[in-house]
């Protein structure tokens, strides 16, 4: 059972397109949604995260829109760049664990 | 020198063979996780740890254990082999009393 849904599996924009990825999620005890980039050959790393007693976060062109009702929460890069092409993954934790359940993944390209 | 160490990181083995991957890392954190990523399903929880006497079960421990040599030190080891472990595996920290999750570089297993 995947408790963390994400989508698209694969997107393709120009550069500075505004690429959406969305996530949902199941357990309403997750206290923690963050987003990781990952290049290849590399592990993933933390780009943004944001804890459900706010609905929006920003740090540069990436933002995160969280809908607690919905349970849901996507990732918006707004003035996307060929540099930003990596997957990105969508995550959730509870608690102070630092367990953290993972999205698919989305591989996103950004063309010249 | 990178804070969260995998070896090897690259490795084939045959169906049958015992082998471990290794992690160590340089933050001074407590919890230290093991990640398998396949392709569409995200990255997955196998063990952590929250101190070298406390080791927990993941999603997906069957057919891996694990051992915490000491704080900075933890390693996966797969007792019998086999293809459908061929995966890319991550080794992580964090910190106590933060969320954000250090990755290593990652070790692609393939079993033959």
């Known amino acids: 059972q995947q408790q963390v849904k994400q989508s698209p599996q694969s997107l393709i924009v120009q550069k500075g397109g505004i690429p959406i990825i969305n996530c949902a999620y199941e357990n309403t005890a997750f206290d923690y949604f963050p987003w990781y980039q990952q290049f290849p050959g590399k592990g993933p790393a933390l780009l943004i995260a944001i804890r459900p007693d706010v609905s929006e976060k920003k740090e540069g062109r990436f933002t995160i829109s969280f809908n607690k009702s919905a349970k849901q929460f996507s990732l918006h890069i707004m003035d996307s760049q060929p540099g930003d092409s990596a997957t990105y993954f969508c995550a959730a934790s509870s608690g102070n664990t630092g367990k953290l359940i993972f999205g698919q993944g989305t591989t996103l390209q950004v063309k010249p | ?112």
Not at chain 2, 56 to 70: F, L, M, P, T
Request: one cysteine or more.
């Open chain 2, 1 to 112: 020198d990178a804070d969260v160490t995998q070896t090897p990181r690259n490795r084939i083995t045959k169906t049958g063979k015992r082998i471990m991957l290794e992690c160590s890392q340089t933050k001074g954190h407590d919890r230290m996780y093991w990640y398998r990523q396949d392709p569409g399903l995200g990255l997955r929880l196998i063990y952590y740890s929250f101190d070298v006497k406390d080791i927990n079960k993941g999603e997906i421990s069957d057919g891996y254990s694990v051992s915490r040599q000491a704080q900075a030190k933890f390693s996966l080891s797969l007792e019998s082999a086999i293809p459908n472990q061929t995966a890319l595996y991550f080794c992580a920290t964090s910190d106590s009393w933060a969320s954000e999750a250090f990755f290593g570089q990652g070790t692609r297993l393939t079993v033959v």
